[in-house]
């Protein structure tokens, strides 16, 4: 094979597989912008492999960012307390006392 033939093959290879990789890693931005358990049900059918061919921390990154600035009020949520037996929301402590969020391990 010569070197003009394998030229042309290369750039007909990236011109097929280039768009596909584009559509692969948009659905992937897509679906990390929708909420956490659509986002695994449709991670738990892609091969390991998926971490490899996208640029995934930097997406992830950037899809759970966020829209809250320093200084702005946290959106109210209701999270069940330790004991399972009631649940409590953050709005029942604005202006009675300040809340400490711990996400991880603080051990």
Do not use: N
């Not at 679906?31 to 049900?41: D, L, S, V």
């Not at 449709?42 to 200084?71: D, N, Q, Y």
Request: glycine content about 6%.
């Amino acid at each position: 094979m010569t070197w003009a033939k394998t030229k042309k093959y290369l750039l007909r290879s990236f011109a097929v597989l280039f768009p596909l990789w584009l559509i692969f890693v948009g659905v992937i931005a897509y679906e990390m912008h929708q909420p956490p358990e659509q986002f695994g049900r449709f991670m738990s059918h892609m091969p390991i492999a998926t971490f490899f061919l996208a640029p995934f921390e930097t997406m992830w990154v950037r899809a759970r960012a966020g829209t809250l600035k320093p200084g702005a009020a946290a959106p109210d949520f209701r999270l069940k307390t330790l004991d399972k037996s009631s649940e409590i929301s953050l709005s029942s402590f604005r202006g009675r006392s300040p809340v400490v969020l711990v996400f991880g391990s603080y051990t």
